[in-house]
C-alpha cells in the first residue's frame, strides 16, 4: 500500500462549487504539505502544517483553507471554485531525517488532477 | 527567499547517450540541502538524487549524478547511458539545513529520451 494516499486521484467540478481534496500517510511524519503543479510553473506551496496545531500559508493560499484532522490526515479546500484552479494537485510529508536530525526529503502522493469548468 | 532557477524548459538526448540539466539557486545561508526529483507521465514526484551542501563530494545514484559547485550556486543533474525511462520531467529543489522552512522548486526541464 502507498505511504501517502490522496483522492480523489481525478475530480471534475463546476465553478463555484466547493470541493475537498484528502490526504492521509502511513509514514507516521508529522510535516504535511499541499502543493499545486501547472505547465511551465513547477510545484507551488499552497499551505504546510508542521503538526496538527501549526498550520502556515504557503505561496498562494488564496482561494483555499487547509483542516489537519489527525497526524495523519491534511485536506485541503476550495470554497468556491473557480477554472484557474484547474491543476494537478499534490500532497507531501516528511520527518526527521533520523541521523542528521533535521528536515529534508519530502515524500509525495500520486496527485489528483482538478479540473474546474 | 531563496530561489531555484533551471534555465532549460525542455532537452532531449539519445538512448544511451549522456545528458546534463542546470539548476542555480540563490541563498545567504550556507547550510542546506538540495534535490532532483523526477516526475514521469505517471505523475508520481519521485527522489532521485540528495545532496549536503556541507558535503563536498558530489552525490551519485547509479547512472545518476551530480555536478555541486557551492560557491557558484550551482547544481547540475548528469544521466549517463540515458534510457527511455528516464523520459520525465525533472526538479531541482532547495531546503535549509533546518528544515523549517518548505522545499522551494525550480520550474522544471522536460527530458525527452529518443530511441
Known amino acids: 500500500d502507498a505511504d501517502v494516499t490522496q483522492t480523489p486521484r481525478n475530480r471534475i467540478t463546476k465553478t463555484g462549487k466547493r470541493i475537498m481534496l484528502e490526504c492521509s500517510q502511513t509514514?507516521?511524519?508529522?510535516?504535511m504539505y499541499w502543493y499545486r503543479q501547472d505547465p511551465g510553473l513547477g510545484l507551488r506551496l499552497i499551505y504546510y502544517?508542521?503538526?496538527?496545531?501549526?498550520?502556515n500559508k504557503g505561496e498562494i493560499s488564496d482561494g483555499y483553507s487547509v483542516s489537519r484532522q489527525a497526524q495523519a490526515k491534511f485536506s485541503l479546500s476550495l470554497e468556491s471554485a473557480i477554472p484557474n484552479q484547474t491543476a494537478l494537485y499534490f500532497c507531501?510529508?516528511?520527518?526527521?531525517?533520523?541521523?542528521?536530525?533535521?528536515?529534508?526529503?519530502?515524500?509525495f502522493g500520486p496527485g489528483t488532477r482538478l479540473t474546474v469548468l | 527567499a531563496q530561489t531555484v532557477t533551471q534555465s532549460q524548459p525542455e532537452m532531449s538526448v539519445q538512448e544511451a547517450e549522456t545528458v546534463t540539466l542546470s539548476c542555480t539557486y540563490d541563498?545567504?545561508?550556507?547550510?542546506?540541502?538540495l534535490f532532483w526529483y523526477k516526475q514521469p507521465p505517471s505523475r508520481q514526484m519521485i527522489l532521485v538524487i540528495r545532496q549536503e551542501a556541507y558535503k563536498q563530494q558530489n552525490a551519485t545514484e547509479n547512472r545518476f549524478s551530480v555536478n555541486f559547485q557551492k560557491a557558484a550556486k550551482s547544481f547540475s543533474l548528469k544521466i549517463s547511458d540515458s534510457q527511455l525511462g528516464d523520459t520525465a520531467m525533472y526538479f531541482c529543489?532547495?531546503?535549509?539545513?533546518?528544515?523549517?522552512?518548505?522545499?522551494?522548486f525550480g520550474k522544471g526541464t522536460r527530458l525527452s529520451v529518443i530511441a
Open positions: 509514514k507516521g511524519h508529522d510535516r
Open positions: 541563498t545567504s545561508e550556507s547550510n542546506y540541502y
Open positions: 502544517s508542521f503538526d496538527v496545531k501549526d498550520i
Open positions: 529543489a532547495f531546503i535549509y539545513n533546518s528544515g523549517n522552512t518548505p522545499l522551494v
Open positions: 507531501a510529508t516528511s520527518d526527521r531525517n533520523p541521523g542528521t536530525g533535521k528536515y529534508n526529503e519530502q515524500f
